[in-house]
């Protein structure tokens, strides 16, 4: 692609057409053209008219994508669109093919509820399956949103379901092929709008017109015939006879990256910036990152340089979510680079980069001058090789991407070698003049032309064939945006090289080759690098609604002046007659179409120079109103109270014609009590019956037809008597000599305006009324006639032409007494330096009644009781400031002040604060040390150190002022204190506060310290911990009484508290509560199942502390079963019984034995604290009887006993005979041997254990106990007996140090024995 360079003085343009275009609307000072704009909402597209828009209004655009409807035939299709805009644009709807003029078929309607406009098609046929587009309009453009209707099909029979299958497979089809050829003529269509704009014509029926000739061709080609690109080909003579013969090639350099995106490093909240530059210029290319194409936007900001070649990618408030690959895609070259999304960049060790890091302009300049390079070597290729006479047939002219690499091969064309010697000067005199020579201009250096001279002007220049607006290309197509189409006609030799640049069928198709036989050229080119266009139209003709029976003009303006032009309607020349009037005025041209008719609708085309514009006019006959009768209607109508409002307006326009009437944005509608409306054929009447009032307003009348709409406004006034005048009396001024007040109108005068007011008025003591007679029309009332001390009260009625209002009645109006006024203000200073305070104050609230006349003022050294006027006493101060210059440098005063008034002076005013008469000081600095020193829920201690003083920089502080913020507003709240400790109080628990102080002096405020942190209403942090002196680990509660534990503790912050039974949730009857350091768990009535641990964790940010305490609910034991006894060794007796009942609720519950001897007469007992059902008692006498009682024992109490029988050994008494037997020696002795075991014990902690076993041996064999194989028998904690060979041990209080292997050993001379045990511990 070729441009012009910086010294040309030009703009560079993309295309040839748009050279012609800037060309032209430079000529016609044409500044403006129409901005397209890109929409968020996806398939909107925007038309902005205005480069610049006000504050606060906008753009038409949608909120939504308009939604496909898929409906039956036979059914109601409604389509739904929300629009935006500012002003409230107006909504229209189309339809690409076909017209929705059927208003009973078509109806638009517009939803106030949620701000829709509706478009519902009532018993949609076939025919309705269309495009349908919405478009909104107001003064700055337009937006344009397109939506598609299509039918489903109904089956009934099953039978048709393989049809339904096999059609909708081939609907699918066409469907596909529908939506790509839409699309395709969309892009199409912007691309020929763009042109058309951007040139200034507003001739856009001729684009709809070539949009149909296209669709049209598409449709030939679905049904069978050749495609459009082979009709295009041989309808200019592209493909067969010389034109196909003497075909040639061009490849031009393809478009590339000359700088490639670099990778990006940022930081979070930051921006990143990539950035390209292009091998040719391109306006824009496709920006992507993660599949998804990117819109230029507030986030992604995508901008071009002026020369096309430099394309930059802006991303704001980068973030994690915009790491990823970033693509650059233009045309078929693509460049990709990484933006990694760092959240500390200096942290994570690495720099921010971005951009391409070189001078861009730099590397376009050299670009540019490469390009340049390159075309000079392909022209002194060609020259080349023509005079070398090396040209053959069937080779294409090349140059590859390499700088420098050119390969020339061309078919046999003969030249003459003044042809090449003159194309050869013109092309490096363009070159020179810093103009790149265009594809069309190399062309015709190279090749000549085969114009005929006719068509060349004076100085050999081609003159423009087709408008420029016919030259666009496929948006698509990238060769095609790299070059566009020449506008200049081709003649078919130029033809052969014109593929070179474009070779796109369909803007070959819009150029309109011609293909008109050409001579050759006789005579040298005359070298001059412009390029004449010719004539061009500044603004074509533009489609026209005229309204019947009136006058209706077409408009365009032609480059030139001196060219005349043809007009035609419908294919048929126009002359000037009674209908037609045509005129010229410079280069403009119209067309007066005299009292439009309906045969005058039509086609209306105008041609000059080989040049055309056409439009289409439609003569309608919309309702409209006889201008006279509209005048009328107009003026407003006013009539008295009660009566009768007519209004009648006649009409004009193609019936039927709607008519409705309004008020005040109302309708009105037939009723029989107050409003009749007469619709007839060509006028209509609204009777509006015994007005009122409020009836007043605005009547609109509006017509409307399928052709358009009309409406007339005009005012009803109804005239009344006006409203009582509205109060309370504002008394102005009050004298002994006169009363002045005012009050409001009324309000509501009626309809008409009020002249006068009627006063009365009555002195208050006396019952009669003066007449004061009428006052102009201003409520305002000035009574000299007035006795001092006196009141009055006044009557005050409204007069317009209609009538007298009711009367209105002031309060008592006093005059002529002595009101002081109140007293000011303190004073305010101003400033203060060493000869001078300057000082201000308020008016006093009260002035007495009367105006102020001036104010004193009074002075007073601090530590004296003396005041002294600053000024005399008979000349008042007027202003409501005074600088008070009679002051020692050093001292400090205070200063007061007094109104007076026409009565005389008020009272003295609060003195102000004491002010030293010096130069202003400077602002102190900031506070040092600024700390939190407590904090409590409710308030917190701030402590500072006063700044220092510095001498002319920083004086001392007299203040300072604190500012508290909470973390959840944005206001500061100040307060004020003197000396370096704050309190800050009020404060909500557990919210955070942002803290700063200011200090202050005389001379302002110094900077502000703050807080580096937030600081948490909250006391510091205390680890929980229990604060009960005594706390009990065992409660034991009688069954049915109350359980109550208790436990006090401190923490901060309050903690969190939890009670738990046995590791889980308390059960729900258990009340638990807690307060301020203490927390009570409570069982009203306690049940054995309450029996457990319970345990309490009470925890904060600080930490956790838990206790736990074992809680008893129990009752009086039942005693034991039947006791019985047996007797297993002399002298010994075993005593078993069956287990009370409760000791399987009571895991502590116990036994006691006691026994009754019968030669004592007291129990005794023998053993306690026994966990299993029998005991052996030992030391049984023969001859005695014994009893033995068994009791039953827990922590609550003692059950009764239950009694053994009675146990008696008898002794036998026998006659003492001695008779001696032999006597043999035996031996009685043996080892050690335990007839009776030891048993596994397992025993509560803190509980007794009482173990025994039963041994035999002779001689008594020693007795030693272990536990673990440590010797027990010295242990004072274990209680050790061996009594007849019964051997126990008895621990008292078990612990878990108890738990092991218990062993007894028995030892004699004959040998040793030993039985062991197990004791585990419960907790």
């Known amino acids: 692609m070729w441009k012009r360079s910086k010294g040309s003085g030009r703009k560079v343009c993309f295309s040839l057409v748009h050279q012609y275009i800037q060309h032209f609307n430079e000529k016609a000072g044409n500044k403006s053209a129409a901005i397209r704009r890109r929409s968020k909402i996806p398939g909107v597209v925007i038309t902005q008219n205005t480069v610049s828009i006000p504050e606060g209004k906008s753009v038409p655009d949608f909120k939504c994508k308009l939604n496909p409807v898929n409906v039956q035939e036979g059914k109601s299709a409604v389509f739904k669109a929300l629009v935006i805009g500012e002003p409230k644009p107006e909504v229209t709807w189309k339809r690409v093919r076909g017209s929705i003029l059927d208003k009973e078929k078509y109806q638009m309607k517009y939803d106030d509820s949620t701000g829709a406009y509706l478009l519902e098609i009532r018993a949609v046929t076939c025919a309705d399956a269309d495009t349908y587009k919405c478009i909104a309009v107001n003064e700055y453009g337009k937006a344009i949103c397109s939506v598609a209707l299509n039918l489903t099909d109904v089956v009934t029979d099953p039978s048709d379901f393989r049809k339904l299958l096999r059609k909708t497979n081939t609907n699918i089809f066409e469907e596909n092929q529908t939506e790509k050829v839409n699309e395709r003529n969309e892009r199409y269509r912007d691309t020929l709008q763009r042109d058309y704009e951007t040139l200034g014509t507003k001739d856009m029926h001729l684009m709809d017109m070539k949009m149909e000739d296209k669709r049209q061709q598409m449709l030939k080609y679905q049904h069978g015939t050749s495609p459009p690109d082979e009709d295009l080909v041989r309808k200019n003579g592209l493909i067969g006879g010389r034109c196909a013969k003497d075909a040639e090639n061009f490849t031009l350099p393809q478009l590339d990256f000359a700088v490639k995106l670099q990778e990006a490093i940022t930081e979070e909240k930051d921006t990143a910036l990539f950035e390209c530059v292009l091998t040719q210029p391109l306006p824009k290319i496709t920006w992507m990152s993660k599949g998804t194409v990117l819109e230029d936007s507030e986030k992604y900001q995508i901008s071009v340089s002026e020369h096309q070649m430099i394309h930059r990618l802006l991303i704001t408030d980068c973030s994690d979510q915009d790491k990823g690959v970033y693509s650059a895609v233009a045309g078929s070259a693509t460049s990709n680079a990484a933006l990694?999304?760092?959240?500390?960049?200096?942290?994570?060790?690495?720099?921010?980069?971005?951009?391409?890091?070189?001078?861009?302009?730099?590397?376009?300049?050299?670009?540019?001058?490469?390009?340049?390079?390159?075309?000079?070597?392909?022209?002194?290729?060609?020259?080349?090789?023509?005079?070398?006479?090396?040209?053959?047939?069937?080779?294409?002219?090349?140059?590859?991407?390499?700088?420098?690499?050119?390969?020339?091969?061309?078919?046999?064309?003969?030249?003459?070698?003044?042809?090449?010697?003159?194309?050869?000067?013109?092309?490096?005199?363009?070159?020179?003049?810093?103009?790149?020579?265009?594809p069309q201009q190399m062309i015709d250096d190279v090749f000549g032309t085969d114009e005929p001279e006719e068509t060349k002007d004076g100085d050999g220049r081609n003159k423009l064939e087709e408008e420029t607006e016919h030259a666009v290309q496929e948006s698509g197509d990238t060769c095609d945006e790299q070059l566009n189409e020449s506008n200049t006609k081709l003649t078919p030799k130029k033809k052969k090289y014109e593929s070179f640049f474009n070779e796109d069928s369909e803007a070959e198709e819009l150029i309109g080759l011609a293909t008109q036989p050409r001579r050759k050229r006789i005579g040298p080119l005359i070298e001059d690098a412009t390029i004449d266009p010719g004539v061009q139209f500044i603004w074509g003709l533009s489609d026209i609604n005229a309204i019947i029976c009136e006058n209706a003009e077409l408009t365009c303006k032609l480059s030139k002046e001196d060219c005349e032009g043809v007009w035609f309607r419908d294919g048929e020349k126009i002359i000037t007659g009674d209908t037609f009037i045509i005129s010229k005025e410079g280069a403009i041209h119209k067309l007066l179409i005299m009292n439009c008719q309906e045969e005058h609708s039509g086609k209306y085309r105008f041609e000059a120079d080989n040049r055309k514009t056409e439009a289409v006019v439609n003569v309608k006959d919309p309702p409209r109103f006889e201008p006279e009768d509209l005048n009328a209607f107009t003026e407003p109508l006013r009539i008295k109270v009660g009566h009768n409002a007519v209004f009648k307006l006649n009409f004009l326009g193609f019936e039927p014609i709607k008519i409705k009437w309004y008020r005040e944005g109302e309708e009105l509608h037939d009723d029989a009590s107050s409003t009749r409306i007469d619709k007839l054929a060509n006028h209509t009447r609204l009777l509006l019956s015994r007005c009122q009032r409020r009836d007043s307003g605005e009547i609109k009348i509006r017509l409307k037809n399928e052709h358009g709409t009309a409406e007339a406004i005009t005012q009803l006034i109804v005239l009344d008597k006006p409203t009582t005048p509205l109060g309370p009396a504002e008394i102005t001024l009050s004298s002994a000599t006169c009363i002045e007040f005012k009050w409001r109108p009324p309000k509501d005068d009626g309809g008409s305006p009020v002249m006068n007011y009627v006063m009365e008025r009555q002195q208050i003591g006396r019952n009669t009324w003066k007449k004061l007679g009428e006052i102009p029309g201003v409520p305002f009332y000035r009574d000299t006639d007035v006795d001092r001390g006196r009141k009055y009260c006044y009557r005050i009625r409204a007069l317009t032409s209609e009538g007298v209002s009711e009367v209105m009645e002031t309060e008592d109006l006093q005059a002529g007494i002595l009101a002081f006024p109140s007293a000011p203000a303190p004073p305010k200073v101003v400033s203060a330096f060493d000869d001078c305070i300057n000082l201000s104050w308020t008016a006093p609230s009260n002035t007495g009644g009367s105006q102020i006349i001036g104010y004193m003022v009074e002075k007073r050294k601090k530590g004296s009781n003396l005041w002294t006027g600053v000024n005399a006493s008979m000349e008042p101060i007027k202003e409501k400031k005074c600088a008070v210059k009679d002051v020692v440098a050093g001292m400090e005063y205070e200063f007061r002040v007094l109104a007076v008034n026409l009565s005389g002076p008020g009272e003295f005013s609060n003195p102000c604060d004491f002010v030293f008469a010096r130069d202003p000081k400077k602002p102190p600095g900031k506070v040092i040390c600024l700390k939190v020193t407590e904090t409590s829920y409710n308030h917190f201690v701030l402590t500072w150190t006063k700044p220092k003083d510095k001498p002319d920089i920083e004086d001392e502080a007299k203040g300072y002022f604190v500012e508290i913020r909470n973390a959840q507003s944005l206001e500061w709240s100040r307060s004020f204190t003197i000396t370096t400790t704050y309190t800050v109080k009020g404060l909500k628990a557990m919210d955070m506060y942002w803290v700063r102080v200011i200090a202050t002096n005389d001379g302002g405020e110094g900077q502000m310290e703050e807080l580096s942190n937030y600081v948490l209403a909250m006391p510091p942090l205390v680890r929980p911990k229990f604060t009960n002196k005594k706390m009990k680990t065992f409660v034991v509660v009688r069954a049915g009484n109350t359980v109550r534990v208790t436990i006090n503790f401190e923490a901060s912050p309050p903690p969190d508290i939890m009670w738990l039974k046995d590791n889980g949730p308390v059960p729900k009857r258990v009340t638990v509560s807690n307060s301020d350091g203490a927390s009570q768990m409570l069982i009203p009535s306690s049940e054995r199942s309450d029996s457990g641990i319970y345990s309490i964790l009470v925890r904060n940010l600080a930490g956790q502390e838990t206790f736990s305490t074992e809680v008893r609910v129990t009752d009086d034991p039942k005693p034991p079963g039947p006791v019985e006894i047996e007797e297993n060794v002399p002298g010994t007796v075993q005593v078993t019984w069956q287990p009370s009942p409760d000791e399987k609720l009571d895991d502590r519950l116990h036994y006691t034995i006691s026994k009754l001897d019968s030669t004592k007469h007291t129990w005794t007992t023998v053993a306690d604290r026994l966990f299993n059902n029998k005991f052996t008692v030992c030391n049984i006498m023969p001859g005695r009887e014994y009893h033995f009682r068994v009791y039953a024992k827990n922590d609550m109490g003692v059950s009764t006993p239950s009694e053994s029988p009675t146990w008696a050994v008898g002794r036998k008494k026998e006659k003492l005979s001695l008779t001696l037997p032999n006597r043999e020696e035996r031996d009685l002795r043996c080892a050690p041997d335990f007839i009776v075991p030891l048993k596994l014990h397992a025993a509560p902690k803190g509980y007794e254990c009482y173990m025994s076993c039963a041994v035999t041996g002779n001689p008594k064999p020693r007795i030693t106990w272990y536990r673990d194989h440590i010797n027990l028998n010295t242990n004072t904690n274990y209680y050790i007996s061996n009594t007849c060979g019964v051997c126990s041990m008895l621990i008292l209080s078990v612990g878990s140090q108890d738990v092991g292997k218990y062993t007894v050993t028995a030892e004699n001379a004959l040998g040793r024995s030993e039985c062991s045990t197990m004791l585990s511990v419960r907790e």
Do not use: F, W
């Open 340 to 438: 990694d999304v760092e959240a500390d960049l200096e942290a994570a060790g690495k720099k921010k980069t971005g951009g391409a890091g070189i001078d861009l302009e730099e590397v376009v300049k050299q670009q540019q001058i490469k390009n340049q390079e390159e075309m000079e070597k392909i022209l002194e290729a060609v020259k080349e090789k023509h005079d070398a006479g090396e040209l053959t047939e069937q080779k294409t002219l090349s140059t590859s991407r390499k700088e420098g690499q050119i390969i020339s091969l061309t078919e046999p064309v003969k030249y003459s070698g003044s042809d090449m010697h003159d194309s050869n000067n013109n092309c490096n005199k363009a070159m020179l003049n810093g103009l790149s020579p265009s």
